[in-house]
C-alpha cells in the first residue's frame, strides 16, 4: 500500500499571503489529522478530521482551517501567514478514530517557509 | 489533560551496546502509547504502540518498550544498537475518544562507532 502522500513537499509564501496543503491518506483510511512541528514547541496537533466532519481542534488560532473530501483526502489552509508559521505541517491517517487499537501514520510533511 | 515527558535531549551510545529513551506520562484515563522515530527531512516513522496486555511491547527494527503503570513509564529500548538507528524519537500519549496524539519533545540518538 502506498503510504500517506503531502503536497507540495516545499513552500516559500510571504507575509500576509495564504497557502493550502494538501494530504492523501492511506487507502481504506478514513481519518486525518494535522501536526505542526516546529524546533521551539515541538509537535502540536492541529485538528483532526473523520467523515467530512472536524472531530477535534488544538489551540490554533482561526487563520488555520480545514477540511476533507468524501475520499477522505484533506487540505489545511492558513491564512494571512506569519513568520511564526513557518514549520514542518505533517499529516496523519488511520483506520476509525477512538478505537483501541487505531494507530496514525504519518506523511513525509510539508515544510513552510514564511519570508 | 495529558502530556508526555521525555528527560533527555540526547542519548549516545556505542554501536552493539543497548540503548534507553527514557519516557513518562500523564493521562487521567487509560493511556495509549506510541514511540515513532524521525530520520532528517522526514516524517514520523511508526515504531510501536502499547494498548493493553503484555507490559513488554515489541516493535519494527528489533525495537521493544517496557509499560510500567506504577511508574508511568514507558521507556523504548533496544538489546543491540545500530549507527543506521541514529534519528530523533518520540513518545507519544492518546486519552480515549479521538486521535489527538500529544507528544514528547523528543530525544535525539546518537549511536557511534
Known amino acids: 500500500k502506498a503510504g500517506v502522500t503531502q503536497t507540495p513537499r516545499y513552500l516559500i509564501k510571504t507575509r500576509g499571503q495564504q497557502v493550502t496543503l494538501s494530504c492523501s491518506p492511506i487507502?481504506?483510511?478514513?481519518?486525518v489529522s494535522w501536526y505542526q512541528q516546529t524546533p521551539g514547541q515541538g509537535l502540536q496537533f492541529l485538528f483532526e478530521?473523520?467523515?467530512?466532519?472536524?472531530?477535534n481542534k488544538g489551540n490554533f488560532p482561526g487563520r488555520f482551517s480545514g477540511r476533507q473530501f468524501s475520499n477522505s483526502r484533506s487540505e489545511m489552509n492558513v491564512s494571512t501567514l506569519e513568520l511564526g508559521d513557518s514549520a514542518l505541517y505533517l499529516c496523519?491517517?488511520?483506520?476509525?478514530?477512538?478505537?483501541?487499537?487505531?494507530?496514525?501514520?504519518f506523511g513525509p510533511g510539508t515544510r513552510l517557509t514564511v519570508l | 489533560a495529558q502530556s508526555v515527558a521525555q528527560p533527555e535531549d540526547q542519548v549516545n551510545v556505542a554501536e552493539g551496546n543497548p540503548l534507553t529513551v527514557k519516557c513518562t506520562y500523564s493521562?487521567?484515563?487509560?493511556?495509549?502509547l506510541f514511540w515513532y522515530v524521525q530520520y532528517p527531512n522526514r516524517g514520523l516513522q511508526f515504531l510501536l504502540k502499547?494498548?493493553?496486555?503484555?507490559?513488554l511491547v515489541k516493535g519494527s527494527y528489533g525495537f521493544e518498550a517496557e509499560f510500567n503503570k506504577s511508574q508511568t513509564s514507558f521507556h523504548l529500548k533496544k538489546p543491540s544498537a545500530l549507527v543506521s538507528d541514529s534519528a530523533l524519537y518520540f513518545c507519544?500519549?492518546?486519552?480515549?475518544?479521538?486521535?489527538?496524539?500529544?507528544f514528547g519533545t523528543g530525544t535525539q540518538l546518537k549511536v557511534e562507532l
Open positions: 507519544a500519549v492518546r486519552e480515549g475518544g479521538g486521535n489527538k496524539l500529544t
Open positions: 478530521y473523520f467523515s467530512e466532519t472536524q472531530r
Open positions: 502499547y494498548i493493553t496486555g503484555d507490559n
Open positions: 493521562v487521567s484515563g487509560n493511556p495509549y
Open positions: 487507502s481504506g483510511h478514513r481519518s
Open positions: 496523519a491517517s488511520s483506520l476509525v478514530p477512538g478505537e483501541v487499537g487505531d494507530t496514525q501514520y
